[in-house]
């Protein structure tokens, strides 16, 4: 899987800010970071009960036939939440939409001197689509907002007591991915931004 240089926020969403009006990325100068793989595009762009969203997804995927996507989340109002609450809410999503839900234990820890957390939920038979979903999902609690990306797959169907079937390597290059998603800010010297990728 090759990777592109990593981007910053502003980078990313050249006409549209993830945060609204592009304002908070401004006065505060927090944003994230995050290197997609080098055949990825964007397929969708929403604001979700106010949070920013962004969906990408390989070429030749869309939006709503998509196999592969990545989604980062942006919810400036809700940097009280600990990652475990929102763990919580994602693990009750899934129950609620799901037959054969499976999901792991969080992992909590750093990441940038920012409070980081990661797990995985998978759905047998998602109902509404019929088809089976794992997700794996990284959630870093910046001090002006909460980041979240999630690498999720669809699937044949598969059973509760059954591990998803998603290739070894695929998601080894989704753990691999997620680890490029992070978040600075370059005015405060406990949460530095990486050096810029060179010109190509």
């Known amino acids: 899987m ?3 240089p990593s981007f910053t926020l502003a980078a990313l969403l050249a006409s549209v800010a993830l945060v609204p009006g592009g304002a908070l990325a401004e006065q505060t100068g927090e944003r994230f970071h ?13 604001r979700v009960q106010g949070a920013e969203v962004v969906a990408y997804a390989p070429v030749g995927q869309d939006a709503s036939t998509w196999t592969d996507m990545l989604t980062v989340q942006v919810f ?9 609450s929102f763990y919580e809410r994602t693990r009750t999503t899934y129950r609620e939409t799901c037959q054969a839900t499976r999901g792991g234990t969080m992992q909590s820890g750093l990441s940038n001197g920012y409070p980081s957390a990661f797990w995985v939920l998978g ?8 088809v089976g979903e794992t997700s794996f999902f990284r959630l870093i609690q910046g001090d002006h907002a909460l980041y979240l990306a999630q690498r999720a797959w669809r699937t044949a169907p598969y059973p509760a007591d059954q591990p998803p079937p998603v290739p070894a390597d ?3 290059q989704a753990v691999t991915l997620l680890g490029t998603f992070g978040v600075c800010d370059p005015t405060v010297p406990d949460h530095p931004c990486p050096a810029a990728a060179p010109a190509r």
């Open 2 to 4: 090759r990777l592109m």
């Open 34 to 46: 995050l290197s997609l793989p080098i055949d990825w595009r964007e397929v969708a762009r929403n």
């Open 76 to 84: 400036p109002d809700m940097t009280a939440l600990p990652a475990s």
């Open 123 to 130: 759905c047998g038979r998602h109902g509404p689509t019929g």
């Open 170 to 172: 695929q998601q080894q």
